[in-house]
């Protein structure tokens, strides 16, 4: 890495002691608290890893570790199972149905296919509803 790099990604507490004070890095117990801490984790996301600090990148770390625990303390559906368990639970969740995951696949065959289990999601799919459904890249369809 160069040291222009270095400098670049370098720590800058101010920028982390603003993100802080945004949303303090603690367990998330309420839905406004959640919303919070998903708002920031966009923003930050957006960004784009190569673009945040090293204090930036620590600070999305340990947030996005804290949405992931409130996720499957109180949605543990999507977390446990098989990849159609997970997706499956993820549809309920948000109330869509065969036809609407169809329509997101932009092929409503297809997606019937894979919820009977007879056909599995492509790597493109996948991507296409993480990106719908917001999923945290630890989030495995």
């Known amino acids: 890495m160069s040291s222009v790099n270095t400098r670049s990604r370098g720590r800058k507490t101010d920028r982390f002691v603003a993100l802080v004070r945004q949303f303090p890095l603690r367990p998330i117990r309420t839905k406004r608290d959640y919303a919070a801490a998903i708002k920031v984790m966009e923003k930050l996301a957006v960004c784009g890893e190569e673009d945040l600090n090293l204090d930036e990148l620590d600070y999305l770390d340990v947030l996005s570790d804290l949405i992931e625990a409130y996720d499957a303390q109180h949605y543990p559906a999507l977390h446990d199972g098989t990849p159609l368990e997970r997706l499956q639970a993820l549809l309920d ?31 493109t799919h996948i991507r296409l509803l993480s990106r719908h459904f917001k999923l945290d890249a630890s989030y495995s369809l």
């Open 93 to 123: 969740e948000t109330r869509l149905s065969t036809a609407d995951l169809g329509r997101l696949l932009g092929n409503s065959g297809l997606a019937s296919q894979i919820l009977l289990g007879r056909r599995e999601l492509s790597k």
